[in-house]
């Protein structure tokens, strides 16, 4: 079955970088766009960067020039770098996957960013 495995979050000040890591298995991999959203605390879950099939990756406007999202498929894996973090990033990242018209969500991984 479709699994997704976010991991990399935790604790940081302002201005620092994380790298979050999304292992997938149950699918063709390669095949498939890769999503990465956040939640933050009360606040709607939101689409943060997108990586294509072909590698290119779209980016939200608000996080343009600090996240950047890649993908390695030889290991089934995605990442979404994050740069110059700031407070209002904090959230929980998810990673997702539509497959065959079915949505998977990862368990999410925390990030905190302290002022």
């Known amino acids: 079955q479709v699994q997704l495995v976010e991991s990399g979050g935790g604790l940081v000040q302002a201005g620092g970088s994380l790298r979050l890591s999304c292992a997938a298995s149950?699918?063709?991999?390669?095949?498939?766009?890769i999503n990465w959203y956040r939640q933050a605390p009360g606040k709607l879950r939101e689409l943060v960067a997108r990586?294509?099939?072909?590698?290119?990756?779209d980016v939200k406007d608000s996080v343009k020039g600090r996240f950047t999202a890649s993908r390695v498929n030889a290991r089934n894996t995605v990442y979404l770098q994050m740069n110059t973090l700031q407070p209002e990033d904090t959230a929980v990242y998810y990673c997702?996957?539509?497959?065959?018209?079915?949505?998977?969500w990862g368990q999410g991984t925390q990030v905190t960013v302290s002022s």
């Open positions: 997702n996957v539509v497959v065959r018209s079915e949505m998977y």
């Open positions: 990586i294509y099939v072909t590698g290119n990756v």
């Open positions: 149950g699918f063709t991999f390669g095949s498939y766009h």
